[in-house]
């Protein structure tokens, strides 16, 4: 079955660059999802990106997507506090009339003052 | 901005006994879906519904489980007869058209079974 990973953990100081990878196993994705979790709040969608684009820019953030190595990254520009979360990179099939988000384990992001 | 909610926000529960997980989707939605997160392992899908009927739904979602729209706005999880594996946070999310995805999440409900 599909199958999405990611590293566990990521720590960042303040004002640098986070990039958050994922990768994915099921090349039929027709679209893949950044969420953000905050402590005690639900799955908040930050973007999503259609396989058929390489890149997707939304203010500080940048997805870039490698479909050839099934890869997607995250990009946060000039990360700040706020920024720490748990990020879930996640996937869906449509082509079959599928419903269902397939989420990765999750990235915590800690920022380093 | 509307958003997702659900109540409760944590349910305790005995084993065997039945639970009812409340949601509200966003009001002009059509696809509603529930998700489960047990603590430490990755958010899972357990079923979608569409136009009052299950459109998909996972292993997990056996006899055991149970999905209602039973007004024009609430969406509802029920668990017949509670075991110890189900403690788990219960996420309900609902997206406009299905045809992009895109899946708005509620905060989540998390239920202790003991």
């Known amino acids: 079955g599909e199958d999405v990973e990611q590293s566990l953990f990521l720590s960042v100081r303040e004002g640098d660059s986070s990039v958050i990878n994922c990768t994915y196993t099921d090349s039929s994705s027709t679209y893949l999802y950044w969420y953000k979790q905050e402590p005690g709040a639900g799955l908040q969608l930050l973007t999503y990106?259609?396989?058929?684009?390489d890149m997707k820019q939304d203010q500080r953030l940048t997805v870039l997507l490698n479909k050839k190595d099934k890869h997607l990254s995250l990009r946060i520009a000039d990360t700040q506090t706020g920024d720490s979360a748990i990020y879930f990179c996640a996937e869906i099939n449509k082509n079959f009339g599928n419903e269902k988000l397939t989420f990765g384990t999750g990235t915590r992001l800690t920022i380093i003052p | 901005e509307p958003e997702v909610t659900q109540t409760p926000s944590h349910q305790v529960t005995q084993m065997g006994q039945e639970v009812i997980l409340r949601c509200v989707p966003i009001s002009n939605h059509l696809y509603f879906y529930w998700y489960r997160q047990i603590l430490g392992q990755k958010v899972e899908f357990l079923v979608s519904?569409?136009?009052?009927?299950?459109?998909?739904k996972s292993e997990i979602f056996d006899d055991q489980f149970s999905v209602e729209r039973p007004d024009g706005s609430n969406f509802t999880l029920k668990i017949r007869s509670t075991k110890l594996e189900d403690s788990a946070m219960y996420f309900c999310?609902?997206?406009?058209?299905?045809?992009?995805?895109?899946?708005?999440f509620g905060p989540g409900t998390r239920l202790t079974v003991l």
């Open positions: 990106i259609f396989s058929n684009m």
């Open positions: 999310a609902s997206s406009p058209t299905g045809t992009s995805g895109e899946q708005f």
């Open positions: 519904f569409y136009n009052n009927e299950i459109s998909e």
